[in-house]
Nanobody
Framework: VQLQASGGGLVQPGGSLRLSCAAS????????IGWFRQAPGKEREGVSC????????YYSDSVKGRFTISRDNAKNTVYLQMNSLKPEDTAVYYC????????????????WGQGTLVTVSS
């Protein structure tokens, strides 16, 4: 499975961005796609996850109510709509795919895309 993340950029606090993760290859071998982020000097943390079969979603407490994950099965693409962005959301965002038991744990995922940088600053 290959993953291509895109959509990062510079945005002011309170603004919005939409990240995309396009998947290709052996999609049948995964059942979830997750978004993680890593800020400088911090560990990689789970942000959100969506089950590719039934669309069930998960969110970390820090983004719940502000971020929305969705999928377009026809395009094999998962989106992360990020609203009400805060400076503390600044990080490199990665999408990952696999068959996780615990959605927020990075090593539960087998495939990773390259990161896309999100900077929230005035």
């Amino acid at each position: 499975v290959q993953l291509q993340a895109s959509g990062g950029g510079l945005v002011q606090p309170g603004g919005s961005l939409r990240l995309s993760c396009a998947a290709s290859g052996s999609i049948f071998s995964i059942n979830a796609i997750g978004w993680f982020r890593q800020a400088p000097g911090k560990e990689r943390e789970g942000v959100s996850c969506i089950k590719t079969s039934d669309g069930f979603t998960y969110y970390s407490d820090s983004v719940k109510g502000r971020f929305t994950i969705s999928r377009d099965n026809a395009k094999n693409t998962v989106y992360l709509q990020m609203n009400s962005l805060k400076p503390e959301d600044t990080a490199v965002y990665y999408c990952a795919a696999g068959f996780p038991t615990l959605w927020a744990i990075p090593h539960e995922y087998d495939y990773w895309g390259q990161g896309t940088l999100v900077t929230v600053s005035s």
